[in-house]
């Protein structure tokens, strides 16, 4: 055997291992959403159930924990895609004075300790005065988010032509028309996908939302303030259910995309 073969190999072995280590612990989440545990605690396997699938609303507070980190997910991402979506046009179509610090500022977020993000946030609604909750979750993800949304929108207007507003101006569509018409069907690709990373990202953040929630409980923030005493098999359905949600929406983008490159 060659040595390219040999190595070609030991690099498919390798990539192997890495999907165990990324896949492993998302199977055991899916396995375990079928165990009848013994005690409140679903850490050992005890024999196959379907109780929890066929109540996964058992705990109310799971539940409501659940439904708040989809509300508070959809809202920011909402705002997210609308304020970095006109951060992203700005910051390629046009040329004004602070465009470079403009960019600096957009990366910040990303490359900032989510910890020093989350405690920053904490401080100033802490100095205002605001009483944590929902509203002050909303805004410290919107923080980050935006940031995500303009930089993956951005990658998207650079392939842009212009010429083509330009065109329909001529032809007599205004500004707004312009852009609901020409613009906003070409870059809507990169849209949505800025639109699935920050629902997914707000969806999961833990750190900076458990320092600005005061009493209200997301989903990553419930699964943190009971895994000490219990952990409901209702925990894994909730996780399995994500899980499937984020695979279909994968396929249906990749078929879509497939779909589009041969209507092409």
Known sequence: MSARRVTARLLDVWALVVLLYLFVPIAVIVLFSFNRPVGARNYEWNEFSLDAWTDPFKDPKLRDAFFTSLEVAAIATAISCVLGTLVAIA???????????????????????????????????????????????????????????????????????????????????????????????????????????????SLDDFIITYLNSGLTETFPVYVWNTK?????????????????????????????????????
């Not at 979750?137 to 990658?155: D, E, L, P, Q, R």
């Not at 005493?229 to 983008?253: C, E, H, K």
Request: overall charge positive; charged content about 15%; aromatic content about 8%.
């Open 228 to 264: 000490r005493s219990r952990v409901p098999p209702q925990l894994n359905v909730f996780g399995t259910m994500v899980l499937v949600v984020s695979i279909l929406l994968a396929g249906l983008i990749a078929l879509s995309g497939r779909r589009r490159a041969a209507g092409r």
């Open 91 to 201: 910051a390629v179509k046009y040329r004004f004075r602070g465009r470079g610090a403009l960019n600096a500022l957009l990366v910040l977020p990303l490359t900032m300790p989510e910890i020093v993000l989350g405690f920053s946030l904490l401080l100033w609604f802490s100095t205002l005065g605001v009483s944590r909750g929902v509203v002050t979750i909303v805004i410290a993800h919107v923080m980050f988010c935006v940031s995500y949304v303009a930089t993956t929108v951005k990658a998207r207007v650079r392939g842009f032509d212009w010429v083509l507003e330009d065109a329909a101006m001529d032809l007599g569509a205004g500004p707004v028309t312009t852009f609901r018409r020409v613009t906003l069907p070409l870059i809507a690709p990169g849209i949505l996908a800025a639109a699935l990373l920050t629902f997914a990202l």
